[in-house]
């Protein structure tokens, strides 16, 4: 089975502080891909990556970063957290087929005060 | 860009069968997927779509028109566990990354004895 980890399942941080949201994935997937989730807006993509050390910018990507220096992780960066980056966030990984379903993390649930 | 519409909540009882819709527009459509997602939990691949025609899978079927921008979710005898958010996603090789998904809103599922 894949698995899809991710670093914590809550988290509370003060506005203004970085975060660093990390994910690993344990089946040799290409690609990886953040979400965020938010009620009434659903999904949507922020920042994704099909090889290592390559990223490109999702939907929302203003106000994140992210980093993929091997394989199987790849971390979201809030460089400077705002109280409207409050949100489930979702990693995904999928094998370098279009065809390829994305498996989800278990997601992180990032409160900023 | 893409629209993808699908009803925000529907309301079915246990033992029956209910068909949850979605329609999109995109100009270089390539696959529709379908997820599950229980509350506070991650989505979870059901199926996916590229070619017209209806694909079963157990109790779920999925059906794609691509003339028509249009795809749904059959769900048989319907049970209690069934009670998720449906998420529709829809891949398009027209836009920078050929493996994102573009995610609707989702489709809360209420599953009544």
């Known amino acids: 089975d894949v698995k899809v980890t991710q670093s914590s399942r809550y988290l509370v941080k003060r506005t203004g502080e970085k975060v660093f949201l990390e994910c690993v994935q344990d089946m040799d997937h290409e690609n990886m891909f953040w979400y965020r989730q938010d009620p009434g807006l659903g999904l949507r993509l922020i920042y994704f990556?099909?090889?290592?050390?390559?990223?490109e910018k999702g939907d929302i990507p203003e106000g994140y970063s992210v980093s993929r220096e091997k394989k199987e992780r790849f971390s979201l960066i809030l460089e400077s957290a705002s109280t409207n980056q409050t949100s489930m966030y979702l990693c995904?990984?999928?094998?370098?087929?279009?065809?390829?379903?994305?498996?989800f993390g278990p997601g992180t649930r990032l409160t900023v005060l | 860009g893409q629209n993808i519409d699908q009803p925000t909540e529907m309301t079915a009882t246990e033992g029956a069968i209910v068909q949850i819709n979605c329609t999109y527009q995109t100009s270089g459509f390539n696959g529709l997927f379908w997820y599950q997602q229980h509350a506070g939990e991650a989505p979870t691949f059901l199926s996916y779509?590229?070619?017209?025609g209806l694909e079963e899978k157990g109790r779920f079927s999925s059906f794609l028109s691509r003339s028509k921008g249009y795809s749904y979710l059959l769900l048989k005898e319907l049970q209690m566990k069934d009670s998720a958010s449906y998420l529709c996603?829809?891949?398009?090789?027209?836009?920078?990354?050929?493996?994102?998904?573009?995610f609707g809103k989702g489709t809360k599922l209420s599953v009544i004895p």
């Open positions: 779509n590229v070619l017209d």
């Open positions: 996603a829809v891949r398009d090789l027209s836009g920078a990354g050929s493996y994102q998904l573009t």
């Open positions: 990556s099909y090889d290592v050390k390559m990223k």
């Open positions: 995904a990984s999928s094998l370098g087929s279009v065809d390829n379903e994305q498996f």
